[in-house]
């Protein structure tokens, strides 16, 4: 069988549960954006993320289906399960003072990418919500994620020898 349908051609595309809507709907640009963040994870290549991965999918279909109860996936003990992930992780780096930079070795500066990823994602999944179009726990769950992938990115780069690199305001406005 093949994975084109044809059904898309007009420019809708469907919904979960049933429905079309256009493909540039604000629900589709969270779904995608919410993909493309999943893709940026597998990129960073740590095999450790693929739980992670999994949930953005139940994510995605709960953004996919009209808001209500039965379709929520995504629920309270997934963002306390990040946020353990991210107080385990941060018990090993050291308090920030200042703004970071970015960076660091290949594996740190792949897990800055994805964060960026997930912060566009967080910011469509915002507009969604404002609109009534998804339970508060999902733009939750993606704040957390953010964080996650910042105090990973932050360990990794201890892990390999490389401190934090400071941000450093320019003094003169030239």
């Not at 084109?4 to 429905?19: E, K, M, P």
């Not at 309270?76 to 660091?104: C, M």
Request: one cysteine or more; proline letters at 3%; a negative charge.
């Amino acid at each position: 069988m093949p994975i084109y349908t044809r059904t898309g051609d007009d420019g809708t595309t469907g919904l979960a549960g049933g429905g079309r809507i256009e493909k540039d709907n604000i629900r589709m640009h969270a779904v995608g954006d919410v993909d493309e963040f999943n893709a940026s994870l597998g990129m960073v290549g740590d095999e450790n993320l693929q739980p992670l991965q999994a949930l953005l999918f139940e994510l995605g279909a709960d953004l996919a289906s009209p808001e209500t109860n039965e379709t929520r996936r995504i629920n309270q003990s997934d963002i306390d399960h990040i946020e353990q992930w991210i107080d385990t992780t941060e018990s090993s780096n050291e308090q920030l003072t200042t703004f970071i930079l970015p960076g660091g070795c290949d594996f740190a500066s792949r897990m800055h990418f994805a964060r960026t990823v997930c912060r566009r994602a967080e910011r469509s999944v915002t507009s969604l919500h404002r609109e009534g179009g998804c339970s508060s726990e999902s733009l939750i769950f993606l704040n957390r994620i953010s964080d996650l992938l910042f105090a990973m990115a932050r360990s990794i780069n201890k892990m390999a020898g490389i401190g934090d690199i400071p941000w450093h305001p320019r003094t003169d406005k030239d």
